[in-house]
């Protein structure tokens, strides 16, 4: 891979380089009363994410009579960003709320529990940069925690063009002044991508090198995340 040049110097504005992530701290396990939990910080974001189920659902609308059913709620608290969210949600919560269920449908066996729900509840506590990638992951920990059988834990990451250059995992401030963003979801066992995103304009080399910056990134991200669960089980041996 060739190394980028940012400000002249091989970093970034919060002196990072190219290919480096920030600072990221994972643990499952924090909430009693939900079946599954993990809790996230991603340099600003600070994320909850909790599961509940398998379980039958009042909504008998939603539930299939061969395979489960995940259901997912993204949500900013109004706290969370500088300008005060107003409360409950709004398009771009609930369009993240079905991308994230969709990037981790793929990761859960779930025709082993047909008429079944699993509810999925990430809570954005603060946010900078990142909060849909960093809300998959914590998820994919909490279901993990819960127990819900999976070919494999997903993890999300992003790149984007920042300054004609092709970075991962964007801050807030690259996400706003930058010239694009590329979110992506995996499993990282065989590298299949469950979610694919691009906002902004990138030409097909630009694109692949962002891609494959960001696998990279996940492939680091899933590291934590097992070491966040083996720490979590074997705690209580």
Do not use: W
């Amino acid at each position: 891979m060739v190394f980028i040049i940012i400000n002249g110097e091989g970093s970034r504005g919060d002196g990072r380089s190219f290919n480096e992530l920030r600072s990221l701290k994972i643990e499952s396990g924090v909430l009693k009363r939900a079946d599954g939990s993990a809790y996230l910080e991603m340099g600003g974001n600070k994320i909850l994410a909790a599961v509940y189920g398998p379980r039958e659902s009042f909504i008998k609308r939603l539930l299939k009579p061969n395979t489960g059913v995940i259901r997912c709620k993204y949500n900013m608290a109004p706290f969370s960003v500088d300008d005060r969210k107003r409360p409950g949600p709004d398009r771009r919560s609930i369009e993240i709320s079905k991308i994230t269920a969709e990037a981790l449908r793929p990761s859960l066996l779930l025709e082993n529990f047909p008429h079944s729900m699993i509810d999925v509840s990430i809570e954005i506590i603060e946010a900078e940069g990142g909060t849909r990638c960093a809300g998959i992951t914590a998820a994919a920990v909490a279901l993990a925690d819960a127990g819900i059988p999976m070919k494999d834990i997903v993890v999300g990451c992003a790149a984007g063009k920042v300054n004609d250059e092709i970075v991962l995992d964007l801050s807030e401030k690259e996400d706003k002044e930058g010239q694009s963003d590329v979110p992506i979801a995996i499993m990282p066992r065989t590298n299949e991508i469950t979610l694919l995103q691009t906002d902004g304009i990138l030409t097909e080399d630009e694109l692949k090198l962002a891609i494959d910056l960001a696998i990279d990134g996940c492939h680091e991200i899933s590291k934590i995340q097992k070491d966040a669960l083996k720490k979590r089980y074997l705690s209580n041996f």
